[in-house]
């Protein structure tokens, strides 16, 4: 079983920046495809970002330009460094390595 944690969450003004961190309890970033999606409430959960197992990135296109995903294999970590901010970033963001899902944590963006 591989439990997945997320952190870097929080309240920020818009235009503000925060870096999420996706920590994995084995070596898996390796060999997979790393995810980050988001839910906003009353929203479906929805991709924002993938980093592929070969090192190759994709983005919604409402955070390109913005965020940025990248990993550190040797800690086994995940992050996605997110700037100028706005309020409809506001989501629970989670991390996911099929087929497995962190917990959760939450970004506002509010002033």
């Known amino acids: 079983q591989v439990q997945l944690v997320e952190s870097g969450g929080g309240l920020v003004q818009p235009g503000g920046s925060l870096r999420l961190s996706c920590a994995a309890s084995s070596n898996i970033f390796a060999f997979h495809n790393m995810v980050w999606y988001r839910q906003a409430p009353g929203n479906q959960r929805e991709l924002v970002a993938t980093?592929?197992?070969?090192?190759?990135?994709l983005y919604a296109d409402s955070v390109k330009g913005r965020f940025t995903i990248s990993r550190d294999n040797a800690k086994n970590t995940v992050y996605l460094q997110m700037n100028t901010l706005k309020p409809d970033d506001t989501a629970v963001y989670y991390c996911h390595v099929d087929p497995w899902w962190g917990q959760g944590t939450q970004v506002t963006v509010s002033s």
């Open positions: 980093i592929t197992k070969g090192g190759s990135t």
